[in-house]
Nanobody, 116 residues
Framework: QVQLVESGGGLVQPGGSLRLSCAAS????????GRWYRQAPGKQREVVAS???????NYAGAVKGRFIISRDNAKNMIDLQMNSLKPEDTAVYYC??????????WGQGIQVTVSS
């Protein structure tokens, strides 16, 4: 059974930083595509960042230069370092691992709120 558990969310002031972590069990991040998504109120879920099995990373335009996705193979985790946070980054953030069309797994989501 695949389980993804996010941690590290919370409330932060604009310009601040947060680090999200996602621990996986039942599936290996290093051999699959790991992604962070977010969903703001009233908006569709959108991909924020991804890290492929070969370590290639990609970012949404809105977060490029501010967010960094990384992977710890020994701990079977992916992280999202979020810097220079803006109010528009406020959303529920979801960890995702994609192995194939029928093997697409999600965490439960974690709230990130950027507000003064």
């Amino acid at each position: 059974q695949v389980q993804l558990v996010e941690s590290g969310g919370g409330l932060v002031q604009p310009g601040g930083s947060l680090r999200l972590s996602c621990a996986a069990s039942g599936i290996i991040f290093s051999t699959n595509l790991g992604r962070w998504y977010r969903q703001a109120p009233g908006k569709q879920r959108e991909v924020v960042a991804s890290i492929a099995s070969d370590g290639t990373t990609n970012y949404a335009g809105a977060v490029k230069g501010r967010f960094i996705i990384s992977r710890d193979n020994a701990k079977n985790m992916i992280d999202l370092q979020m810097n220079s946070l803006k109010p528009e980054d406020t959303a529920v953030y979801y960890c995702n691992v994609w192995k194939g069309p029928l093997q697409n797994y999600w965490g439960q989501g974690i709230q990130v709120t950027v507000s003064s």
